[in-house]
């Protein structure tokens, strides 16, 4: 009986998890994205900063007042920021070919390298 080679140790910090997929996800926005965020945080806290008032003189609590800002913050902070993948990135980057792309292209199939 030949004992099995054991499997090599790969390290846990080298295996991709959900948590990098979501951090893929949810990291950046492009600038259009960053436009769209920044007008839905101004109008919106703009919106509730006289909601707020309003409700807060109505009922003579200044309390109300403090209670729906802090809502309307943090109901924004999950809205805009993060960039949520389908609302802040339709406009990717097209980056430029580094130097090294230029002169040397892989051909797609064989992974040979052409000179150009």
């Known amino acids: 009986m030949a004992a099995e080679a054991p499997a090599p140790f790969v390290h846990p910090s080298t295996k991709e998890g ?4 979501l951090y ?3 990291n950046e926005m492009d600038f259009e994205g960053q436009q769209l965020a920044d007008k839905i945080v101004s ?3 703009n919106l509730c900063a006289v909601i707020a008032f309003i409700v807060g ?3 003579q609590k200044f309390s109300y007042t403090v209670y729906i800002m802090l809502a ?3 109901t924004l902070m999950v809205v805009a920021g993060p960039g949520w993948g389908a609302l802040y990135k339709k406009r990717p980057l097209k980056w430029r070919k580094t130097e090294i792309e230029k002169k040397y292209q892989v051909v797609a199939g064989n992974n040979e390298k ?3």
């Open 72 to 74: 309307c913050m943090f």
């Open 57 to 59: 003189y109505i009922n």
């Open 43 to 45: 109008r919106s806290m």
């Open 18 to 21: 959900w948590t990098d997929n």
């Open 114 to 116: 052409k000179h150009k």
């Open 24 to 26: 893929r996800y949810v």
